[in-house]
């Protein structure tokens, strides 16, 4: 583990200076890419400081719609295992396995879904 800065750190830090001080000064039709830059580098950091506790959580929550339980797993397999969970959860949805509580199982993923909105664009499901 490194010392400070941090990832998200170091991440936010280019955003700021990709938004702030480098767009006013590129070209204006350069700019748009600029911005962009500047999400990606927010996206990134977002994702350091919360993908892990948002990927445990729908590990947790795909291990109970899928009716299975078990440990958490350790942290360099929470996003392998999530996304595991995930294909297996939507071949069973495509299969008409959950259609007698679809609307349950819909409500349950709105989690997933704003976890999901909260790394990559924060806000979003506010308005």
Same mark, same amino acid.
């Given at each position: ?20 001080e ?10 748009? *890419? ?12 977002? *994702? ?14 795909? @291990?109970?719609?899928?009716? *299975? ?22 071949? @069973?949805?495509?299969?008409g396995? #959950? ?10 993923l709105?989690? #997933?879904?704003?976890r ?12």
């Amino acid at each position: 583990m490194q010392d400070r800065p941090t990832a998200q750190e170091l991440m936010e830090a280019v955003a700021e200076w990709l938004r702030g001080e480098l767009a006013g000064v590129v070209p204006e039709d350069r700019r748009y *890419e600029v911005l962009i830059a500047a999400h990606l580098c927010e996206v990134v950091a977002r *994702e350091a400081r919360d993908g892990l506790a948002f990927g445990l959580e729908d590990v947790r929550l795909f @291990r109970t719609l899928l009716g *299975e339980t078990g440990e958490d797993p350790p942290a360099d397999a929470v996003a392998g295992e999530a996304r595991e969970l995930a294909t297996r959860l939507a071949a @069973r949805i495509r299969a008409g396995e #959950h259609d007698a509580d679809f609307a349950a199982v819909g409500e349950a993923l709105r989690g #997933h879904v704003l976890r999901k909105l909260q790394i990559a664009r924060p806000g979003y499901a506010d308005g």
